[in-house]
């Protein structure tokens, strides 16, 4: 999805599962981030978008290890 004016990056995006309980979410995600990505012009913000999803999913990484050595 381009917007007004020409893009100067392009994203390519593969997230698949075989296991059927999972196709869903990953299918979600895929679009979550093709309808984030089709909103930014400018590729830093690309950079800044991708950098807060790193930082995200490294938090929840960080605190599933937590809870699981509370255990």
Do not use: C
Not at 13 to 38: P, Q
Not at 42 to 57: F, Q
Request: net charge positive; hydrophobic share 40%; proline share 1%.
């Amino acid at each position: 999805m381009a917007s007004e004016r020409e893009r100067d990056w392009t994203a390519s995006i593969v997230i698949s599962s075989d296991h059927a309980g999972l196709r869903s979410h990953f299918k979600a995600l895929e679009a979550e981030l093709y309808h984030a990505l089709a909103s930014i012009d400018d590729p830093r913000m690309v950079a800044k978008y991708l950098d807060s999803l790193l930082t995200t999913s490294r938090v929840w990484v960080r605190a599933r290890q937590a809870m699981r050595e509370r255990k």
